[in-house]
Structure formats: structure tokens, C-alpha cells
């Protein structure tokens, strides 16, 4: 289970996060929603530590990680796996390098050894035989596939996604949202996704979150969500601007 409790983050002057208290509960698929720049991708890389918050507490299976430095950061993110954006692949490293990246980190394979699991890695992403394929050599739906792969190889009880389906088109979006869930069904892991797609929302999530003015205004079932009565809520998940508030 992982507690956010109380998270503050501000850069500069400009408050981010605030009061932000969430739980996510072991095996399920969280979304966590909200409009660009609220502070979704803040939150994620704050679970892994890759930020510190300003006050508040991150508990990850009941010890508290903000306390923590690099060395005792280890094996917290050894059980995480880390989706971003753009798949944050090395453009000077082949296929197999990027996917590897992780296990050669942890300097206990063999060369062998680290193959075998880059081709198993490789193959339930459906790209079996890249190995040796550069990052410009690759599509954008196979550039977030490879970066799954090198999220899935230490077989991790979190997996966090970072926008998982922007810039792709629909057919390849829905694709990625299919391996999301085919990933939860055969790792039995933990997913936290965040998006503003509410399409791959609503299909690859338990319960859907969404943040809002540095806060989690609700929480819900995807059918709880939208159903709900919050115009705030309502506006987003149906895409509706308020005609007076747009500034052209």
C-alpha cells in the first residue's frame, strides 16, 4: 500500500501540491486525473523519490520514504517501475541497452543472464527482436512500449505512468492501455497512471482520483466519477470550457 499523507511541494512562490492525502491499495489500477500542470507528474515522481516534498509524509508498504537519501532509496525503487512521458529512452543506447538499463545498475547478472530477461522483457511488449534497434529507428507507440519493457524488468510491485497515451494516436493509445492492463493481470502489481486522456482513463482504471488546486477533489469508481454531481468534475471528464472564462 502507498499513503500520501498531508504532501506540500511549492516551486518558488508557486504552490503545487497542498494538503495532498491519497491512498493506493495493493493490486488495484489508480488514475489519477487533473488539467495540465496541476501537478499529476509532481505527484509520481514524488512516490519514487525522485522529489522531496516541502512537508508531508510518502508511505510505501509502511515506511515513510521522505527521510530517505540515495543509498536508502535503493530498494524502494527496486519494487517500481517508471513509465515517463516521452519513454526517456538513451538515444546513444541500442534497444537492449535502454531495456537492460535497471539490471546492469543492480551488477549481480551475468551477460547472459541480463539477455534472457531483455528478451523476455521485449516479448511482452510484443517487440520481440529489437534488441538492436536504436531510439530513432522506432515509432512513438514502440519507443513506450520499450520504455515499459525496461519498467517491467525487475518485475516490480508498482508501476507508475506517466501520460502513458499522450502523442499517440488512438489505435496505438489503446494498445498501450491494453498492456497496462495485461501488465496488472500478469505481474499482480500495483498501477498509478496519470493522464488527462479520460478515454484510457475510464478503461484501465479501479478507481480514478482527480487533483485539483493542489488537492484530490474526488475519488471514485470510474462509474462513481461519472456520475458525479461536481460541475468541477463533470467539466473535465466531458471536456466543457466555460465560454467566459476563455481568453483568447
Known sequence: MIEIQDLHKSFGEQPVLRSTNLTIRDGENLVVIGRSGC????????IVGLMKPDAGKIVIDGADIVPLNERELGP???????LF?????????????????????QR???PGEIQEKVAEALEIVGLEGTQEKMPAELSGGMRKRV????????????????EPTT????????????????????????????????????KI????????EGGIRTAGTPEEIQGSKDPIVQKFITGTADPKQIDF
Do not use: W
Not at 482504471?205 to 482527480?210: K, L
Open 39 to 46: 501537478g499529476k507528474s509532481v505527484l509520481l515522481k514524488h
Open 76 to 82: 524502494i525503487r527496486l519494487k517500481t517501475g517508471f
Open 85 to 105: 512521458q516521452s519513454a526517456a529512452l538513451f538515444d546513444s543506447m541500442t534497444v537492449s541497452e535502454n531495456v537492460s538499463f535497471p539490471l546492469r545498475e
Open 108 to 110: 549481480n547478472l551475468s
Open 147 to 162: 520504455g515499459l519493457a525496461r519498467a517491467v524488468i525487475c518485475r516490480p510491485k508498482y508501476i507508475l505512468y506517466d
Open 167 to 202: 502523442g499517440l494516436d488512438p489505435l496505438v493509445g489503446d494498445s498501450i492501455n491494453n498492456l497496462i492492463l495485461q501488465l496488472g493481470e500478469r505481474f499482480d502489481c500495483t498501477a498509478i497512471a496519470v493522464t488527462h486522456d479520460m478515454k484510457s482513463a475510464f
Open 205 to 212: 482504471a479501479d478507481r480514478i482520483a482527480m487533483l485539483h
